[in-house]
């Protein structure tokens, strides 16, 4: 059988898929949404959905249909997750030996850092955090963003300007 008619809905060649990208299916998740469970569930999910549709995808694309569901699954639930975040900022532990300015500088910088990063596009957030947080090659992310190298190097380039910019341009990134 020719790789072109290889079909996902075969459980080893769905097996295959899963074993190759269920981790950074997962990873991908968990740097857009900061909670490792549901990142997993959320990448479990798309595969559940890879399976439930899997006479409509073609093998060569089932890894860029994963990661598409999983980027609509983490659109979802970005709400959700901007009040879990919240929650937990708040409830941080002040019991530490630190002096209280420190913590008071520590949170206010998470959250222009962080508010920071929610203020790149979705396409330069998403380059962003898988080169910086998942210490993904520009080709890998050029695979999973279904785009270009170059495509990749220009986002990186204007999540690094926009970044400088939000955070006052003396903050090495």
């Known amino acids: 059988m020719s790789d072109k008619k290889r079909s996902v809905c075969e459980k080893k060649n769905f097996d295959f898929i899963f074993n190759e990208n269920f981790e950074a299916a997962r990873n991908y998740?968990?740097?857009?949404?900061?909670?490792?469970?549901?990142?997993?569930?959320?990448?479990?999910?798309?595969?559940?959905?890879?399976?439930?549709?899997?006479?409509?995808?073609?093998?060569?694309?089932?890894?860029?249909?994963?990661f598409k569901i999983c980027n609509n699954a983490f659109l979802n639930e970005l709400a959700h997750q901007k009040v879990v975040l919240r929650h937990q900022s708040t409830m941080h532990d002040h019991s530490n030996q630190e002096s209280p300015e420190f913590i008071l500088e520590e949170e206010e910088f998470k959250v222009k850092l962080e508010h920071a990063i929610n203020q790149l596009s979705e396409k330069e957030r998403e380059v962003?955090?898988?080169?910086?947080?998942?210490?993904?090659?520009?080709?890998?992310?050029?695979?999973?963003?279904?785009?270009?190298?170059?495509?990749?190097?220009?986002?990186?380039?204007?999540?690094?300007?926009?970044?400088r910019e939000l955070l006052g341009g003396h903050i090495k990134i």
């Open 29 to 66: 998740l968990y740097y857009k949404c900061g909670d490792l469970q549901l990142a997993e569930d959320l990448a479990q999910d798309a595969f559940i959905k890879l399976w439930n549709h899997c006479k409509k995808v073609i093998f060569e694309t089932a890894k860029q249909y994963v």
């Open 128 to 163: 962003f955090l898988l080169s910086r947080i998942d210490k993904k090659s520009y080709k890998e992310i050029a695979e999973i963003a279904n785009v270009t190298v170059k495509a990749v190097e220009r986002r990186m380039s204007l999540a690094f300007i926009k970044l």
